[in-house]
């Protein structure tokens, strides 16, 4: 097992505010780690479209259901989980934007972007649960 560098898990409101107290905790990571524009840019991204998908998608903006967000750096790695309380859903179901049909479409671009920028990407649960692993 690798050696554990940071962990923060917090449940947050299904709301602009829920997002706002994750955004600060990547601040303290960018802090505490001192990463580069490159990292940053990847680990800003895929939590940010991660949680914003749980909040618009999973949860339906409905305030009162929750977003539990986890993070963990180990030395090689930084994992990042990120659960709502939705139905899920199937990744064959996510159109991708870069298909000559969906190019205008604003759906799947989040999805495609947290593929990009992370070294593995899969559903849990009912679909309901995103996790992420990023090479650090």
Known sequence: MCT?????????TSSIEGLEEILVI?????NIFKLDFEK???????????????????????R????????TITVNEIIIEVE???EGYLLDMVSSPINELNIR??????IFFIKCFSKSFYLLGKGNIIKINIDR
């Open 105 to 110: 479409k604003e759906s799947g671009r989040g």
């Open 84 to 86: 709502d309380q939705g």
């Open 64 to 71: 009162e259901l929750k977003v539990r967000f986890c993070i």
């Open 4 to 12: 554990l560098l940071y962990h923060k898990e917090l449940n947050v």
């Open 26 to 30: 990547i601040k303290e990571i960018e």
């Open 40 to 62: 940053k840019l990847s680990l800003q991204t895929v939590i940010v479209e991660s949680v914003e998908n749980a909040i618009i998608h999973g949860n339906r903006n409905i």
